[in-house]
C-alpha cells in the first residue's frame, strides 16, 4: 500500500526544470561547437601545411634532378602556333614523380615520345594527351584523378561540376603584372615596384614571357626556364614558391585542369593582398568577380588571418592578411635585391 501511494504522489519534471535542463543543454552546445570548430580548423589547417610541405619539396627535388631547371609549365608547340590548348602538362604534371605519383606520371607520358624536350612544329608531343583530357572533361586521363596532396581541407569550394578534382597550390608568379581584363586594375600599380623602392621593374602581364628575365617569381605560364637556385638571388628562405588559392574564386582554377599549364596552376600574382574578398563562382568581370585577373590571382585561403606558403628553402610559413605590402611584393620577386623577412 505505501508502495502505490509513493507511486501516486511521485510528480514529475515542471515545464520550467525543462526550460532550464534545455537552456544549459543549449549554453553547452554553444561553448561547445566552437572549441570543435576550431579543432578541426587546426587539423585542417596542419594538413593544408603538410601538403605544401610535400609539394615544395617535390619541385625542389625535381629541380635538382633536372640539373637545376624548375618545372615550369610547358606550352608546347604555342610558341610556333598560337595554339593555348597545345601543351605538355603544368608543373604539377612535371612534379608528380617527386610526390609519390610515378605511376600516375609515366602514364599519362606514355604517347609522348619527346617529353620533357622542346617539341618543333612536328612530331609526337605531349599535346596529344593533354589535349585530349581537355576536350574531354568526363573522361579525359588525369581529370578525374583524385591527388590528396592537392587539396587544402578548408577550401569549402569547388571545380564546376564534371570538370575534374582541382588543386588548391599554385606556382608563385611573384609581383608580376597582371591586368585584369574588366577594366577595374586596383593592384596593377604594385608590378612596377621601382616607384616604390621595391626594386623591381615592370613586367609582362600575367606571366606569359619565354625569357626568364621578365618573370618576377619562381613560376610562368609560357615555360621560361628558371635556374635553382641560381635566380633566387635573394635567397631560397626569403622567397615565395608555392601558395594557397580557393577553387572557386580564380577562374582558371575553377576547370579543375590542374594538369593543363593554362589551368590555374601558375596563376598568383602578390600584387593582390593576401585573402583579397572575391566572390566565389562570380564571373560577372567586376572587381570583386572571379573574373578579374587582377583581384581574383591572388593567393587566399579558408584559414582565418592569412595564407599558408612554402618558400624555396622548403619551408612552410603563415602570412597574416596584414602583411606589409610592400614586405609581401619583396617576398614575392625573387631578385630584388632589397632586404625583406619573414614577419
Given at each position: ?8 504522489w ?17 549554453i553547452l552546445?554553444?561553448?561547445?561547437v ?20 610535400q ?6 627535388n625535381?629541380a ?10 610547358e ?35 606514355a604517347?609522348?615520345a ?12 605531349l ?9 574531354a572533361p ?13 587539396r587544402?581541407?578548408s577550401d569549402?569550394t569547388?571545380?564546376r ?7 588548391n597550390?599554385?606556382g608563385s ?12 586594375d ?24 619565354w ?5 618576377r ?10 635556374r635553382?637556385?641560381?635566380?633566387i ?6 622567397t615565395?614558391?608555392?601558395g594557397e588559392?580557393m ?10 585542369a590542374?594538369?593543363?599549364f593554362?589551368g590555374?596552376?601558375?596563376h598568383a600574382?602578390?600584387?593582390v593582398?593576401i585573402n583579397?574578398p572575391?566572390?566565389?563562382?562570380d564571373?560577372?568581370?567586376?572587381v ?13 585561403s579558408g ?10 628553402d622548403?619551408?612552410v610559413?603563415?602570412?597574416?592578411s596584414?602583411i ?16 625583406a623577412?619573414?614577419?
Open positions: 500500500m505505501s508502495t502505490l501511494l509513493f507511486a501516486r511521485r510528480r514529475g519534471f515542471t515545464l520550467i526544470e525543462l526550460l532550464v535542463v534545455i537552456a544549459i543543454i543549449a552546445i554553444a561553448l561547445l566552437p572549441a570543435v570548430q576550431k579543432v578541426r580548423e587546426a587539423a585542417a589547417r596542419t594538413q593544408c601545411k603538410n601538403n605544401l610541405k609539394i615544395g619539396l617535390g619541385v625542389i625535381c635538382d634532378t633536372n640539373r637545376g631547371v624548375m618545372p615550369n609549365n606550352i608546347g608547340r604555342m610558341q610556333f602556333t598560337g595554339n593555348w590548348k597545345d601543351d605538355r602538362g603544368s608543373w604539377l604534371v612535371h612534379v608528380l614523380p617527386f610526390i609519390e605519383q610515378d605511376g600516375l606520371f609515366r602514364t599519362a607520358t604517347n609522348a619527346a617529353f620533357p624536350a622542346h617539341p618543333d612544329t612536328t612530331g609526337n608531343t599535346a596529344t594527351v593533354f589535349n585530349s583530357c581537355n576536350q568526363n573522361n579525359g586521363l588525369l581529370n578525374n584523378v583524385k591527388i590528396s596532396i592537392f587544402c581541407p569549402p569547388e571545380p561540376s564534371g570538370q575534374g578534382k582541382g588543386c597550390y599554385i608568379l611573384g609581383p608580376q603584372c597582371a591586368v585584369g581584363g574588366c577594366g577595374q586596383p593592384y596593377q600599380q604594385y608590378c612596377n615596384g621601382n616607384a616604390f623602392g621595391w626594386g623591381y621593374a615592370t613586367s609582362p602581364n600575367h606571366g606569359n614571357d625569357n626568364a628575365a621578365g618573370i617569381g619562381l613560376f610562368n605560364r609560357l615555360g621560361a626556364k628558371m635553382f637556385p641560381a635566380m638571388t635573394d635567397g631560397t628562405s626569403n615565395i614558391m608555392v588559392c577553387i572557386g574564386t580564380n577562374d582558371h582554377l575553377v576547370g579543375g590542374w594538369w593543363h593554362n590555374g596552376t601558375a600574382t602578390t600584387i593582398p583579397y572575391t566572390k566565389p563562382y564571373f560577372s568581370c567586376n570583386n568577380s572571379a573574373r578579374n585577373w587582377n583581384t581574383s590571382w591572388g593567393f587566399r584559414h582565418s588571418g592569412g595564407t599558408q606558403f612554402a618558400f624555396a622548403g619551408s610559413q603563415f602570412l597574416t596584414s606589409d605590402h610592400g614586405t609581401y611584393q619583396k617576398l614575392g620577386c625573387r631578385d630584388d635585391g632589397q632586404p623577412s619573414i614577419p
